[in-house]
C-alpha cells in the first residue's frame, strides 16, 4: 500500500462521514436555531424546549434520509472491499 493509496482511503472515508452525518446535523441546527429565535422573541428559557424538536427533527431526518445514507455507506463498503484485493497483492 503506498501513501497516495491510504490518503485516498482517507479522503473517501471522510466523505462519506460528511455525506451520512451532513443531512442529520444540518437539520438539527436548522431546528435548534428556530428554537433559539423564538426562546430569545418569547422569553421563554425552558430547557426541555430546545431538545424535544431537536430530537424530532433528527429522527425525522433519518427517517427520510436513511435509505440514502444506508445507500451510501453501502456503496463505500463495497468499493473498499472491492479495492482491498488490488491493494493486498
Avoid at 485516498?8 to 451520512?20: E, P, R, W, Y
Avoid at 443531512?23 to 423564538?38: H, K, N
Avoid at 428559557?45 to 431537536?54: A, M, N, R, V
Avoid at 429522527?59 to 493486498?88: A, C
Wanted: charged share 10%; proline share 3%.
Amino acid at each position: 500500500m503506498t501513501e497516495s493509496t491510504i490518503i485516498s482511503l482517507g479522503k473517501d472515508a471522510l466523505m462519506t462521514v460528511i455525506l451520512v452525518a451532513g443531512p442529520v446535523l444540518g437539520l438539527g441546527m436548522l431546528v435548534g436555531l428556530i428554537v433559539s429565535i423564538f426562546q430569545a422573541t418569547t422569553q421563554i428559557q425552558e430547557q426541555t424546549l430546545t431538545f424535544i424538536p431537536k430530537i424530532l427533527a433528527v429522527l425525522l431526518s433519518i427517517v427520510i434520509f436513511g435509505p440514502w445514507m444506508l445507500r451510501v455507506l453501502i456503496d463505500f463498503g463495497q468499493r473498499l472491499l472491492g479495492n482491498l484485493t488490488d491493494y493486498i497483492m
